[in-house]
């Protein structure tokens, strides 16, 4: 038992640590005394077998690893929490392995201070300090009897399965990561036949439009953007000077929201068949699937690159197009490139053979770091005080950077409109953002991971369509601007775009329909959106 607590007092100090960290600059909440507690628990638990090995330098290994992986785990955590005021949960694994490295240096500017690196500190000296006056003779004289080690064997079994029953095994974050790790690895691995699968299984494809015109469509997807930071959708601020100009030719939808609050969650949704109501549907077919089989020849043109081409789950979806560019592939040394790059290719596109043209334009957008978005001559705001409650220089700051890169953005899209309409041909381009972000709008916070007191601005997203003459004359769209729509259903409302029916595209879910009807918006697959945020 001596030895035992000897053990415990180690991982108590790092528990304590965390504790203090959070009752200094956290609110205590259940959820943090939940953590303790399965702090306390997971420490018994990994002190168990020290009790069970005879062999002392086995033993110690054994410590070495577990106490150094629980402390790194706990210091996680607790930054975590602190940062993003919610635990650590399977969607931040998610975002986290679709990120690449030049995005997690990105990340770490933007949200370390102070605190959190004396934290690191702090942790870091503990867990050295411990290490090296570790005392050989606490790993020896464990071999106890057969039936001591058996009745350890039987309470840390008992301990498990308590940590599965009771919950609090959410709050443990190595279960979660390598639970999310395998799920993450299992989805990947089934979203990449949309990479070499190009045309699925859709039951009945067909096109009833009867065009001899040239076909140009153009999907802009955005990053990041809340509709509330653009001046067409009432933005205090004129962020979309040039769409403003051509407004009256816009169709801008104003009650659009999106089902996740990260890329990678709101994009398998937007782009596949899959919807809250059908989840597991994100592997049964993709929109592009879909235009190749209706003879598009498309385009998937992205300046997002995630670790290595094949690991990202939406570059699998883009690389089932007939030609895919992933123009970010530099070194990750070099700063990201400018959205507008998505616009020199997208010129480079509309002059190649081809009669019926369907791109993707996969943009950086308003992506934190919001200041590396856009190029000199767009730092707008900068040195004016935005309207916040906010009133301190960080919060300024973040705004004026943000509400530049929306302004670029406005100039890409404007750019891209100006490109289509050029070509004369039957055409559209439509714009949405995968998700929104708050930008200290309601809370003290920028970002979009943020789980609790979570706000309308992390789902609330922009969606405009522009259309041409030509476009209008062959296909009348129903305007729903003030329909309640989630994008979740976008595949079916691309699919309504263009006309392409198959047994699987239902018009009832496009918002361009006549027949598109309401329904319920379930965000993160468990929350009723109009409900929570009404
Ligand atoms: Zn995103």
Known sequence: MKIFGKFFLKYLVVIILAFLFDLFFNKITDAVISNVIENFLFAIALICPHLIISNPRLSQFVFIIFYTLFSISICIETIYYFLFKTVFSSSAIFVFLDTNLEEAKEFLGFYFNTQIILFIAIIFVTIIITLIKLKKENFLSLGKSKWFKINILIFSITLLVFFKLSQLIIYNLPYMAARASIGYYIESKKLANYATDKYGNFNNVSRTFNIKNKEVYVIIIGESTSRSHLGIYDYCRNTTPLLHNIKNELLIYNKVISPETYTVGSLTKALTLGNYENPDAKFEGSIIQLLNQAKFKTYWVSVQQPTGKNDSQITNIGLGANNSFFLNIKNANEKTIYDEVLVDKLNKI?????????????????????????????????????????????????????????????????????????????????????????????????????????????????????????????????????????????????????????????????????????????????????????
């Open 350 to 534: 509309l002059l190649e053979d081809g009669d019926k043209k369907f791109i993707f334009l996969h943009t950086l957008g308003t992506h934190f770091n919001y200041a590396y978005r856009y190029p000199q001559k767009f730092k707008f705001f900068d040195n004016q005080i935005p309207k916040t409650k906010f009133k301190n220089q960080l919060a300024y700051n973040a705004i004026n950077n943000y509400d530049n890169a929306v302004r670029y953005t406005d100039f890409v899209i404007n750019n891209v409109i100006e490109s289509v309409r050029k070509t004369k041909a039957n055409s559209f381009v439509v714009y949405f953002s995968d998700h929104g972000e708050e930008v200290y709008d309601e809370i003290e916070f920028s970002g979009h991971f943020r789980n609790e007191d979570r706000t309308r601005n992390v789902y609330e997203i922009p969606l405009i369509l522009w259309q041409s003459e030509s476009y209008k004359k062959t296909k009348t769209i129903y305007p729903n601007l003030d329909s309640k729509y989630m994008i979740d259903d976008l595949f079916h409302s691309i699919a309504d775009l263009i006309d392409v029916k198959a047994d699987e595209v239902d018009s009832t879910r496009s918002i361009f329909s006549k027949y598109f009807k309401e329904r319920k918006r379930i965000v993160k697959d468990t929350v009723d959106y109009d409900s929570y945020f009404k």
